[in-house]
């Protein structure tokens, strides 16, 4: 979603702000933009599409300054043309960059058009300009004009705004989208996300719900949300950028699918042994937590609530906790009830979904005994307001579709289950067997990433068709759930996951021979359901693919093909069917073309609601 980079320097910052750009730019973006100002004259270049094409339209004339701020555009208000592009201006002297929403915009842009401003985009962040320069007639001062322009705004803002006439300053503010300080020699920075700034500074001081600064190149004044000057901590990052480069793969997701068996082992490393799991793995006291926890509430969006959905089978089943999971949107606008002893859980990949982090903050409300984040950034937002925190060693995820990031937290969220579990007085049988899978993991992953010829092979039987219908049972419904978001978010075909006993409810309207029908088939109690399930749909002459291990006894067959799984142990049977379904997709998108690691309309860090 929307990327913020800021510099005051003594030097030309042009390309500083560039490659911050080029490190957002994975989180999905339409349009990109750069404002500089040079012995006070502003330019400003933007250009719709990729980072490249504003790197192409930066020349001698437009591409010096020594203090600038860029943007990547993810659009919500107005189309995708370069008018909306930020940085947005008002009086050819202020520019402003913005990621949330200004969501009283249409009052604002009323109020301001009243006092004789004139609007040029149809967005909410060109609001902030004019009202900025409405103020600075007022006060002359740039942190006064921020200070009161954002008392008057509603909504979401990481926000930045440099003015040509104090041009050795910028002025930030931050409400429901993150900002991070970055701290330099005898210069200073600002992003929405610290790993726009590696290349610059690892020192850092993250501002707060609330907080409004100034930043010069040599200082840093922050007001926090009462209006009092305050001093925030600096820390320095330690956090990796791994992403590196494609190596030999084609994509960042295929790379991402074929790193799963390594980034599982960094996640169980020093947390799994034979004989158990670290005490408070979970976070100081998180034995004692866990032991007093009586409803276990689990809050994600998309594919992370798919992994919740799982460990909800999983909780149930093996630790004997009541839980429930929930779409953060959901939970987020109603009234919940909330048990005695109920332990909030995160889940995110970022760390920074805005409806997660609300959630989140509303829990605190409610009453909530404690909250635990299950997340794959280390000093991202969920991680630093949730009380006990759980890292999913996954490494960057460049690709939008998430893929190692969703079994990293499956397999943490069988440790979460087995420590649970020990606090709830699990046997020790299932205790070594889930251990037992555990350790066996990444060999099994090896294994079953061997499947990926003959998926690539059984992919070109998808590329003509428009839509899909994925099923499983118990703890493998999720996985269909997930196997379906996958294909539609990359090959854009319409996919639809069902629990198999819902077929004949209502989907079974839809078998025909141009609906594939996807099915997840482990071996386990729920088998001859399946089996029954598999009868229904080739009774109504529907083509199937099934993913299902030899002793399934599944055979191919003209209305059948099979995909043989590795054998496995139960609890990490979904951990291991979701690589053929992320296999497929891929391999599908790649025979229709799309844009894999970037799909249309998709942003990877999702900080509006
Ligand atoms: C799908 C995908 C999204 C994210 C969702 C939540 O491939 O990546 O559905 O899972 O936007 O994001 P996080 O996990 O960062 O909170």
């Known amino acids: 979603m929307c990327g913020i980079v800021g510099a005051v320097a003594e030097r030309n910052v042009v390309q500083i702000l560039l490659e911050g750009l080029r490190r957002l730019e994975y989180r999905g973006y339409d349009s990109a933009g750069v404002a500089l100002i040079r012995e006070n004259n502003l330019s400003i270049v933007k250009r719709t599409g990729k980072v490249q094409a504003l790197v192409d339209a930066i020349d001698e004339d437009n591409g010096k300054g020594t203090t600038g701020v860029a943007h990547t555009r993810w659009a919500t208000h107005g189309g ?84 040509k006439q104090n041009p050795n300053e910028m002025v930030v503010a931050r409400s429901g989208s993150p900002l991070v300080i970055g701290l330099g020699i005898g210069e200073n920075f600002v992003a929405s996300d610290q790993m726009a700034l590696f290349p610059v500074t ?57 790193e799963q068996p390594d980034v599982i082992r960094n996640t169980l490393k020093e947390r799994v042994t034979t004989d158990g799991l670290t005490d408070n793995l979970f976070g100081p006291n998180s034995d004692v937590i866990f032991e007093k926890t009586n409803y276990i509430k689990i809050i994600a969006c998309g594919t992370s609530y798919h992994a919740g959905v799982t460990a909800k089978y999983w909780l149930e089943q093996y630790a004997g906790v009541h839980c429930d999971v929930e779409i953060a949107s959901e939970f987020r606008y109603r009234k919940s009830f909330v048990p005695d002893n109920s332990l909030l859980i995160t889940i995110s990949q970022s760390g920074e979904t805005a409806d997660t982090l609300a959630a989140l903050r509303l829990a605190k409300e409610l009453g909530y005994m404690s909250s635990l984040a299950i997340c794959n950034v280390d000093g991202s937002s969920l991680v630093r307001e949730s009380e006990m925190s759980f890292m999913t060693k996954a490494g960057t ?20 289950t087995i420590s649970i579990g020990q606090q709830k007085g699990m046997s020790s049988d299932v205790k070594s067997s889930m251990l037992a899978g555990l350790s066996s993991l990444p060999t099994k992953l090896e294994e079953t990433l061997a499947l990926s010829d003959e998926i690539e092979d059984l992919a070109e039987e998808f590329a003509d068709k428009y839509h899909s219908l994925f099923l499983g049972r118990g703890d493998q419904y999720p996985i269909a759930m997930e196997g379906a978001l996958k294909l539609k978010e990359i090959s854009y075909i319409h996919a639809e996951a069902y629990a198999s006993g819902e077929l004949k409810h209502g989907p079974l309207a839809l078998i025909d021979a141009d609906m594939p029908v996807i099915v997840v088939a482990p071996n386990n109690e729920l088998l001859e359901k399946l089996h029954s399930n598999v009868e229904e749909v080739r009774a109504r002459g529907g083509i199937m693919y099934v993913f ?12 059948m093909r099979v995909v043989n799984v590795p054998n496995c142990k139960d609890a990490i049977a979904p951990i291991i069917y979701t690589i053929p379904l992320q296999l497929l997709s891929y391999y599908v998108a790649l025979i229709k073309g799309t844009d894999v690691d970037q799909p249309r309309n998709l942003a990877k860090s999702v900080t509006v609601e």
């Not at 995820?397 to 979460?416: I, N, Y």
């Not at 299902?548 to 209305?559: G, I, M, R």
Request: without cysteine; aromatic residues 8%; proline residues 1%.
């Open 80 to 163: 995708v043309t370069e008018v909306n592009a930020h940085p947005h201006y008002s009086h050819d002297r202020f520019a402003v960059v913005h990621n949330g929403i200004i969501e009283n915009h249409k009052y604002l842009r009323s109020e301001l058009t009243q006092k004789g401003f004139e609007f040029v985009s149809e967005t909410d962040t060109e609001t902030i300009a004019h009202n900025i320069a409405a103020n600075m007639a007022e006060t002359g001062d740039l942190l006064q004009a921020v200070l009161t322009a954002v008392k008057g705004f509603e909504g979401a803002y990481g926000t930045v705004v440099i003015d």
């Open 397 to 416: 995820e460049v690709g939008v579709a998430s893929t190692k990031a969703f079994t990293t937290q499956l397999a943490s969220l069988l440790m979460l």
């Open 202 to 258: 690892r020192r850092f001081i993250f501002l707060q719900e609330g907080d409004v600064a100034k930043i010069t190149r040599t200082s840093v004044t922050i007001i926090d949300s009462d209006g009092n000057e305050v001093e925030r901590e600096a820390t320095e990052s330690n956090v990796q950028h791994d992403a590196g480069d494609k190596g030999t793969y084609r994509h960042y997701m295929l790379k991402e699918i074929y």
């Open 548 to 559: 299902a291990d030899k002793e399934s006894q599944f055979e191919s067959d003209e209305t």
